[in-house]
């Protein structure tokens, strides 16, 4: 039974954590996934924005995930991503200061249950900016209740008079320094089952405030901690391209050396911190001041990490591309920047599903040279192998298509802010209208397929026309992978606009003449309907370049 609220006690710390983690990004909107992005610009800003950023959303685990994602994503270089990495293990020691001065030293019994009766109000409130806040002082609460909870269950359990595990431990300090190594691999083993350092930074500080454990052996739970949850972006890494698995690679790297010169000089650098501790916090209780030698200890030994490894970037960098080489399939035909899965918080995902559909309307774009490029074609050989280039492009429209959809209904899932909601509906209806215009762009490869196939050839004058409408739906296409592109609100959606019409116009005309045409016979009636369905199919595939234009547009004045 008590093993039962051990556990329960725990996932109430778990999921205060997280609830409180998400509504933090709920709060911050896109100026968290900005803010990461522009912050970056040499190692220094890096290590401080992902200290920043950890500190902020309480989840080291969400930072690197999200900064192995950007990379994937290609919004962070790997050097940026390795300076990164290193911030959000200064940030992830917060986490246990909250922890130490809040669980441990105040009786947060008598907060706990004003906070949940000031959250509900707010979670039920109109208004989301009130609605994230309440849900975080309901994670606040719940993580504190979760950790008192725990507490109280660890006293009740007597742990410290319990004959098997004074045994096991006692036993445990003969073996001199191999405690320290058994205790380490028990922390990671621990951290990588949970999925969370925080959760058990928490079960170390109640066993040494306790008295079960000794200051050493916890400290010992802590450094196995930072090797342990490097696993969860290198789970999320499996997926995703080379620089986003050399990313992760780093992480481990960076918490493993960490590590290794920490036990080089383990009990002399404890002792240091220790003593700096007793100095700092003289009159409080040893149970108290064991906790702050804890979180002392962890915050001391990733900053000093830190200091040393910054300076040596570059050769992390290079080690880790030494180690893990591109694949062989990684090419131009497979989505790029969303295969390395959904990131832990749906806020953060956003921008991995606006990238891919940039990349999206850049291949629609590349799709229609393409068939420029098969209207003059006259080898067999050759016209052969760029149709089949052309259908191929068409599966992997469709297939984009269905991933991204399903990507953001995945996302769609998640917390999210009311302006994210707005975004993912807009973004569906791009993605939707891009993919119409890879099928456009197939029909118009298929009948010039058909007239290459027959006897006859377009007149002079009808190629002129063709490429006249060709080069209107080019330049259509062109602005509108400016606009997908465009973050600042410097390019003028009107012009898409403008061509359409262009377009509009340029259709009816043509196609009046072409009635005048077939009965003059300047050409059959076959090649008149070939030269209306290219020139017909072009009007289309405008008319859904403005769709993807209006969709793009209408989000990003509702950002505005």
Same mark, same amino acid.
């Given at each position: 039974?008590?093993?039962?609220?051990?556990?329960?006690?725990?996932?109430?710390?778990?999921?205060?954590?997280?609830?409180?983690?998400?509504?933090?990004?709920?709060?911050?909107?896109?100026?968290?996934?900005?803010?990461?992005?522009?912050?970056?610009?040499?190692?220094?800003?890096?290590?401080?924005?992902?200290?920043?950023?950890?500190?902020?959303?309480?989840?080291?685990?969400a930072?690197?995930?999200?900064?192995?994602?950007?990379?994937?994503?290609?919004?962070?270089?790997?050097?940026?991503?390795?300076?990164?990495?290193?911030?959000?293990?200064?940030?992830?020691?917060?986490?246990?200061?909250?922890?130490?001065?809040?669980?441990?030293?105040?009786?947060?019994?008598?907060?706990?249950?004003?906070?949940?009766?000031?959250?509900?109000?707010?979670?039920?409130?109109n208004?989301?900016?009130?609605?994230?806040?309440?849900?975080?002082?309901?994670?606040?609460?719940f993580?504190?209740?979760?950790?008192?909870?725990?507490?109280?269950?660890?006293?009740?359990?007597?742990?410290?008079?319990?004959?098997?595990?004074?045994?096991f431990?006692?036993?445990?300090?003969?073996?001199?320094?191999?405690?320290?190594?058994?205790?380490?691999?028990?922390?990671?083993?621990?951290?990588?089952?949970?999925?969370?350092?925080?959760a058990?930074?928490?079960?170390?500080?109640?066993?040494?405030?306790?008295?079960?454990?000794?200051?050493?052996?916890?400290?010992?739970?802590?450094?196995?901690?930072?090797?342990?949850?490097?696993?969860?972006?290198?789970?999320?890494?499996?997926?995703?391209? #080379?620089?986003?698995?050399?990313?992760?690679? &780093?992480?481990?790297?960076?918490? !493993? @050396? %960490?590590? /290794?010169?920490? $036990?080089?000089?383990?009990?002399?650098?404890?002792?240091?911190?220790?003593?700096?501790?007793?100095?700092?916090?003289?009159?409080?209780?040893?149970?108290?001041?064991?906790?702050?030698?804890?979180?002392?200890?962890?915050?001391?030994?990733?900053?000093?990490?830190?200091?040393?490894l910054?300076?040596?970037?570059?050769?992390?960098?290079?080690?880790?591309?030494w180690?893990?080489?591109?694949?062989?399939?990684?090419?131009?035909?497979?989505?790029?920047?969303?295969?390395?899965?959904?990131?832990s918080?749906?806020?953060?995902?956003?921008?991995? #599903?606006?990238?891919?559909?940039?990349?999206? &309307?850049?291949?629609?774009?590349? !799709? @229609? %040279?393409? /068939?420029?490029? $098969?209207?003059?074609?006259?080898?067999?050989?050759?016209?052969?192998?760029?149709?089949?280039?052309?259908?191929?492009?068409?599966?992997?429209?469709?297939?984009?298509?269905?991933?991204?959809?399903?990507?953001?209904?995945?996302?769609?899932?998640?917390?999210?802010?009311?302006?994210?909601?707005?975004?993912?509906?807009?973004?569906?209806?791009?993605?939707?209208?891009?993919?119409?215009?890879?099928?456009?762009?197939?029909?118009?490869?298929?009948?010039?397929?058909?007239?290459?196939?027959?006897?006859?050839?377009?007149?002079?004058?009808?190629?002129?026309?063709?490429?006249?409408?060709?080069?209107?739906?080019?330049?259509?296409?062109?602005?509108?992978?400016?606009?997908?592109?465009?973050?600042?609100?410097?390019?003028?959606?009107?012009?898409s606009?403008?061509?359409?019409?262009?377009?509009?116009?340029?259709?009816?005309?043509?196609k009046?003449?072409?009635?005048?045409?077939?009965?003059?016979?300047?050409?059959d009636?076959?090649?008149?309907?070939?030269?209306?369905?290219?020139?017909?199919?072009?009007?289309?595939?405008?008319?859904?370049?403005?769709?993807?234009?209006?969709?793009?547009?209408?989000?990003?004045?509702k950002?505005?």
């Amino acid at each position: 039974m008590f093993f039962l609220k051990l556990i329960g006690s725990l996932a109430l710390l778990m999921y205060g954590m997280k609830t409180m983690s998400e509504a933090l990004q709920k709060l911050t909107g896109g100026q968290l996934r900005h803010f990461l992005g522009a912050m970056t610009t040499n190692r220094f800003t890096g290590l401080l924005t992902g200290a920043f950023v950890t500190a902020s959303v309480q989840s080291s685990t969400a930072t690197t995930v999200m900064t192995v994602s950007f990379v994937n994503a290609g919004l962070l270089t790997l050097t940026q991503a390795i300076s990164v990495i290193m911030g959000a293990n200064i940030g992830t020691t917060v986490t246990a200061w909250i922890m130490s001065v809040f669980g441990f030293q105040i009786d947060m019994n008598n907060l706990i249950f004003p906070l949940f009766a000031l959250a509900v109000p707010l979670i039920f409130s109109n208004k989301s900016q009130k609605k994230s806040f309440g849900e975080f002082i309901f994670g606040f609460a719940f993580m504190f209740l979760g950790l008192t909870t725990l507490r109280e269950n660890a006293m009740h359990m007597d742990l410290e008079h319990n004959a098997a595990i004074i045994s096991f431990i006692t036993s445990c300090k003969e073996w001199g320094f191999f405690s320290i190594l058994l205790f380490l691999l028990i922390g990671g083993i621990i951290t990588m089952c949970a999925q969370s350092s925080a959760a058990v930074m928490a079960i170390t500080l109640i066993l040494c405030s306790s008295g079960v454990l000794d200051l050493y052996l916890g400290i010992a739970l802590v450094m196995g901690e930072n090797i342990g949850t490097t696993v969860t972006s290198n789970i999320a890494a499996l997926t995703a391209n #080379a620089q986003a698995r050399r990313a992760a690679l &780093a992480h481990f790297i960076f918490n !493993m @050396f %960490g590590v /290794v010169w920490i $036990l080089c000089i383990f009990h002399p650098f404890v002792d240091m911190v220790s003593g700096v501790v007793d100095h700092l916090f003289t009159g409080v209780s040893p149970e108290v001041a064991i906790t702050y030698k804890l979180s002392a200890f962890h915050t001391a030994f990733n900053i000093c990490n830190v200091l040393i490894l910054i300076w040596f970037i570059g050769p992390i960098e290079r080690v880790v591309c030494w180690v893990i080489k591109p694949k062989e399939d990684e090419k131009e035909f497979r989505l790029r920047f969303i295969t390395g899965g959904l990131l832990s918080t749906a806020e953060l995902s956003i921008v991995q #599903a606006r990238k891919e559909i940039n990349l999206f &309307a850049v291949r629609s774009r590349r !799709m @229609f %040279g393409m /068939v420029r490029d $098969l209207l003059h074609t006259t080898n067999e050989n050759d016209f052969n192998k760029l149709f089949s280039r052309i259908e191929k492009y068409e599966n992997i429209s469709d297939n984009m298509e269905l991933e991204i959809a399903n990507y953001l209904n995945e996302v769609s899932e998640g917390r999210l802010s009311s302006e994210s909601k707005l975004q993912i509906r807009a973004m569906l209806r791009e993605v939707t209208e891009l993919e119409s215009i890879g099928d456009s762009c197939y029909h118009l490869a298929r009948t010039i397929n058909h007239k290459f196939r027959g006897n006859e050839d377009f007149t002079e004058k009808q190629y002129d026309h063709i490429h006249q409408m060709l080069e209107l739906t080019d330049a259509a296409l062109e602005h509108m992978v400016l606009l997908e592109e465009d973050e600042h609100h410097l390019v003028d959606p009107n012009k898409s606009f403008n061509i359409e019409n262009e377009i509009n116009n340029y259709r009816s005309q043509l196609k009046n003449q072409n009635v005048l045409d077939v009965n003059n016979k300047e050409y059959d009636y076959q090649m008149g309907v070939h030269y209306m369905d290219i020139i017909g199919e072009c009007e289309k595939l405008g008319d859904y370049v403005v769709n993807v234009v209006e969709a793009r547009t209408e989000m990003k004045e509702k950002k505005a």
